[in-house]
Each structure stands twice: as structure tokens, then as C-alpha cells.
């Protein structure tokens, strides 16, 4: 009779399935192809980071996967759903919420008041009220709730811009340059906070010029070029593989 080995080997768990995907996804503005081709996959509590030299194509694809440019081709699924022909308001209803990189709150109103209008998206009175408070304070703006929004500074705007995005209480976050134009001490609270989000299970997609932000914050990282995916994987093996950094060098510096 042969003794039951115990299983000592630990085993990982298995992979939860993507909660955002996109398969071969192509955008064309008359002649110009923006976007060719494109596959990703991104689960909760996974951060993806979009990169590419000017004109590579990241906004376009984080437009195209938000709903705000629509594909010629291919296919972009959220939950298991086909949102591909959804539009941005029925996402964000979804659990797909996103910020912009130019931020546009309603200056006159105030830092709560802006937050209420994405948090009545989701509820009624009260209940709306409370939310949006307790986002103010997740992102750190409780004490400015009452505060005109045009009297923010660039990093509270950023804040509020994510404030906005959460009160949607979204499965899946879109980051557009959220930390671009901050200073250091401000990129870092910004680092911090979007990290704690992915840990607590949201999927985030962000394009971000910042080389060492996204290094340090993504999973994963798909680095376009001329709309096409030059490279993509774990952080350090696409900042140094040699197609990327020919692409923002220059042939020149071969
Ligand atoms: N609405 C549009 N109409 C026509 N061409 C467009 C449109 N939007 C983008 N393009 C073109 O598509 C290509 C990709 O642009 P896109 O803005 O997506 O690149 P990007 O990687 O986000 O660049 P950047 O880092 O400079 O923001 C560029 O050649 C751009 O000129």
C-alpha cells in the first residue's frame, strides 16, 4: 500500500478571467490606420500601462476600448459582454469608467457637488451623498468638499477627475495621463493611490508618458508604434527590449 504524499508544492491560483479584453482592434481616420490590430487582455486587480512615442496610437485605442472612437475592426469585451458598439455613458453604467486628460469639472460647483453628479448615476439622495464623501476621502479631497472646483490646484483637479471616475464605482478604471505635469511628491501620492485601487480588485488601463511610473505601477505593458504593437509583457522586458527603444530613440542611436 503506497502512503499518501502530502502536496507540498503550493499552486498558484488560477488566473481570474479578464475582466476587459480586446481582440484585433483597428481604428482608421480615412487613410491614416491609428490603430491595427490590437489584442489585450486585463483581470481585476491587474494594471495595464499603455506606452508609445508620439502618435503611436494609445489614445486612440483607449478611446476605441471606452467607446469613444468606434472600431473598423475587431472586438472589445467587458465582463464576458460585446460592448464594442456600446456607447461611453452605457459603459461607465457597466463598470467602465474613465478620466480625461485634459480634467473639465464644473468649476462653479463645488468638489462634492461635481462628485454627486457621476455618484446619482448610480443612486438616489443619501445614499449618493454618502458615496461621494466617501470617495472624496478615499482620494483624499474630503476637506475640500465644500470648495469651488475652478479653486483646486492641478494635483487636487487630478484627484477629483479620479474622485469622479470612482463615484461610478467601476469594475475597470481608464486612466488618461493622470500624472502626467504633477510634480514628484504629487506623482508619488498619485502612484500610491492608483495602486491601492488595483489592490483592491479594480482593472486598470492607463496610458501615461512617464516612463518610470508606468514601470513601476503596470503588470503588464503594450508599447505601440505607428499603431502597431511593437512589444508587450513585463515592464523591464519591454523598456529594454530593442524594437522599443529604437522607437523612441531613433534609428540614429543604434
Ligand atoms: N480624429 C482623428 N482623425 C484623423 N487622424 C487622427 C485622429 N485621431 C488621431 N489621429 C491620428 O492617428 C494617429 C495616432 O494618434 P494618437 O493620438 O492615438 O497617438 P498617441 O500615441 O496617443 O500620441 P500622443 O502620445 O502624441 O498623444 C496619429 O497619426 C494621429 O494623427
Known sequence: M????????????PAAAP?????????????????????LAVRPGEILGLIGP?????TTLFNALTGFV????????????DVTHVQPQARAK?????????????????????????????????VAEDRAYSVLERVGLADRATQPA??????????????????????????????????????????????????????VVMVEHIMHVIMSLSDHVICMAFGELLAEGHPQAVATHPDVVRAYLGDDHD
Not at 19 to 39: C, D, Q
Not at 107 to 122: I, Y
Open 54 to 58: 508620439n502618435g503611436a496610437g494609445k
Open 150 to 203: 475652478s479653486q483646486l490646484n492641478l494635483a487636487r483637479r487630478r484627484r477629483l477627475e479620479l474622485a469622479k471616475a470612482l463615484a461610478l464605482e467601476p469594475r475597470m478604471l481608464f486612466l488618461d495621463e493622470s500624472i502626467a505635469g504633477l510634480n514628484p511628491p504629487a506623482q508619488q501620492e498619485m502612484v500610491a493611490l492608483i495602486r491601492t485601487l488595483a489592490q483592491g480588485g479594480l482593472g
Open 2 to 13: 503506497t502512503a499518501t504524499v502530502p502536496d507540498l508544492i503550493p499552486h498558484p491560483a
Open 94 to 126: 457597466m463598470g467602465m469608467a474613465r478620466t480625461f486628460q485634459v480634467e473639465r469639472p464644473f468649476e462653479d460647483l463645488s468638489v462634492l457637488e461635481n462628485v454627486l453628479v457621476a455618484a446619482f448615476l448610480r443612486h438616489r439622495g443619501r
Open 19 to 39: 475582466l476587459l479584453t480586446a481582440e484585433g482592434v483597428t481604428v482608421r481616420f480615412g487613410g491614416v490606420t491609428a490603430v491595427k490590430n490590437i489584442s
Open 70 to 81: 468606434r472600431p473598423s475592426a475587431g472586438r472589445v469585451t467587458f465582463a464576458g459582454r
